[in-house]
């Protein structure tokens, strides 16, 4: 017997909650004067047809469920773009890795700090690595001094995760952007009221 094979369901083309897929028996429409009315779906069709537009569920949940008339194409044009204009805010937090040896010059250090600035400022995290190699793994104490140089030089732009770790031949540290916070609005001073006028001397008798 050949075993049946398994097909993927098939897509469907039909436009779910637009026009005659809307199942609901009433809605709360909304026109494009402003105005709302709870109706048969079917009341509603007709008069989003007679105005030129299509009747969209845009809040299907909502008790009744809201339905605007719209114009469907402009409609799909519209909820794309705010897609992906808040697909371009959306920021990923990468870690940036920068690698050093126990013996590091001054230039090549001051070149990786440079960058590690750079990277904070961007949003993201900056793992510092000494690599050992060979008898260097017996002097880790210069590695380590090196990590808490590399951190103090980034404070008030990065804030340590943590103490250095060694790691098989690698000691590392791992240091995150500093978190801005706004200031908040000092309320303006309240001005004193003016002062009254001196009341009149009194007149001798």
């Given at each position: 017997?050949?075993?049946g094979r398994?097909?993927?369901?098939?897509?469907s083309?039909?436009?779910e909650?637009?026009?005659?897929s809307?199942?609901?028996?009433?809605?709360r429409?909304?026109?494009?004067?402003?105005?709302?009315?709870?109706?048969?779906?079917?009341a509603?069709?007709r008069?989003?047809q007679?105005?030129g537009?299509?009747?969209?569920?845009?809040?299907?949940?909502?008790?009744?469920?809201?339905?605007k008339a719209?114009d469907?194409?402009q409609?799909?044009?519209?909820l794309?773009?705010?897609?992906h204009?808040?697909?371009?805010?959306?920021?990923?937090?990468?870690?940036?890795?920068?690698?050093?040896?126990?013996?590091t010059?001054?230039?090549?250090?001051d070149f990786?700090k440079?960058?590690?600035?750079?990277f904070?400022?961007?949003?993201?995290?900056?793992?510092?690595i000494?690599?050992?190699?060979?008898r260097?793994?017996?002097?880790?104490?210069?590695g380590?001094?090196l990590?808490?140089?590399?951190?103090?030089?980034?404070?008030?732009?990065?804030t340590?995760e943590?103490?250095?770790r060694?790691?098989?031949?690698?000691?590392?540290?791992l240091i995150s952007?500093?978190k801005?916070?706004?200031?908040?609005k000092s309320?303006k001073?309240k001005?004193?009221?003016?002062?009254?006028?001196?009341?009149?001397?009194?007149?001798?008798?």
């Open positions: 017997m050949i075993p398994n097909f993927p369901p098939r897509k083309n039909r436009r909650n637009v026009n005659e809307i199942r609901v028996r009433e809605v429409a909304v026109f494009p004067d402003g105005t709302a009315e709870v109706m048969p779906t079917a509603a069709l008069r989003a007679e105005l537009l299509d009747l969209v569920l845009v809040s299907p949940t909502a008790v009744p469920p809201v339905a719209i469907y194409g409609y799909q044009y519209e794309k773009k705010k897609q204009d808040a697909k371009k805010k959306q920021h990923v937090v990468q870690v940036k890795e920068l690698k050093f040896r126990p013996n010059d001054d230039h090549d250090y990786k440079n960058h590690a600035l750079r904070l400022q961007e949003g993201n995290r900056v793992k510092a000494v690599q050992f190699r060979g260097e793994i017996a002097h880790t104490d210069l380590r001094k990590l808490l140089r590399f951190a103090e030089d980034l404070t008030g732009i990065g340590v943590g103490q250095p060694l790691e098989g031949r690698n000691f590392h540290i952007p500093v801005v916070q706004t200031p908040a309320e001073p001005t004193a009221p003016p002062a009254a006028p001196p009341a009149p001397a009194a007149k001798p008798a």
